[in-house]
């Protein structure tokens, strides 16, 4: 087994990164998948999302970015097959440290030791295109774009899709875009349903079929510390990330996915 590394990325915040990459890991490892999640922002909502403190900075991402083997940095969450590299505030200097060297193979490195202890390793990047995110580029086999269905989802889009382009061209030529995911769709908007068919026109192929609805049961369950289908497994959103991990493995059967214990 080598994991597959995606990292979610948009220089954009509120968008729906790190809902989708607790839910994704999540919803992953509930089709039996061994999946780690890396908190690679700051602010740590991935690491509260799935009910653990902010780390200080010798227990977190941090720490793996500064050498600590990321064995001893892995925790194990209440979703069977789903760990996590928490984060903390003591992220936000290694932006400096990073800009410094430069260096932008770190991360890749870093995670080299447990390549072939998960099947899929998920990347939750901070909100800017600074040397952390390029760094979980440069680490990624693989993209995803979460996007909302807003007015103005794609501005700012041809900077992140140029970034890409030079993580190609440069670091990490073996970089894929796996895909668009919109997120926060109202289907009974006409706004929502005009973003959404505008993004799929201008990224042909390139977006999920799946879409995320807006969904409040999202919004409440980092609060209890829980990806959404152990909050609420019938609600939209648990089943909108469910049928989302099922589009990313090909899964074209329903299937009864493991529930909360
Ligand atoms: P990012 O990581 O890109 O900054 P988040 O995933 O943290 O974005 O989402 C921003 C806010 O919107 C959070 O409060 C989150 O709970 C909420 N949110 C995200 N996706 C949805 C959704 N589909 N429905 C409702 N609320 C959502
Ligand atoms: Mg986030």
Request: charged fraction near 20%; include cysteine; glycine fraction near 8%.
């Amino acid at each position: 087994m080598t994991a597959r590394i995606i990292a979610l990325a948009n220089q954009k915040g509120g968008v729906g990164k790190t809902t989708s990459a607790i839910n994704l890991a999540a919803s992953l490892a509930m089709m039996e998948k061994l999946v780690l999640l890396v908190d690679f922002d700051p602010q740590g909502h991935s690491t509260t999302g799935l009910g653990f403190p902010k780390p200080d900075n010798r227990a977190g991402s941090y720490a793996l970015m500064k050498g600590a083997p990321v064995e001893a940095l892995i925790l194990t969450t209440e979703v069977p097959m789903l760990q996590v590299v928490p984060a903390g505030k003591d992220l936000a200097q290694l932006e400096f440290e990073l800009f410094e060297l430069p260096e932008l193979q770190v991360l890749r490195r870093a995670l080299q030791p447990v390549l072939d202890k998960f099947d899929y390793i998920l990347i939750d990047p901070p909100p800017s295109l600074g040397m952390i995110t390029l760094n979980a580029l440069t680490a990624a086999d693989e993209v995803i774009i979460p996007m909302p269905c807003e007015f103005l989802a794609m501005d700012g889009l041809a900077e992140l899709v140029e970034t890409i382009r030079r993580i190609q061209a440069g670091p990490n030529a073996a970089l894929k875009l796996g895909g668009i995911l919109l997120t926060m769709a109202e289907e009974r908007t006409n706004l929502g349903s005009a973003v959404a068919s505008e993004v799929r026109a201008a990224f042909p192929g390139k977006v999920f079929q799946t879409q995320i609805p807006r969904n409040i049961r999202l919004a409440e369950a980092p609060s209890h510390g829980k990806p959404v289908a152990f909050y609420d497994l019938r609600s939209k959103g648990a089943q909108a990330y469910l049928n989302l991990a099922k589009e990313w493995l090909g899964i074209e059967e329903p299937l009864i996915p493991r529930g909360p214990a």
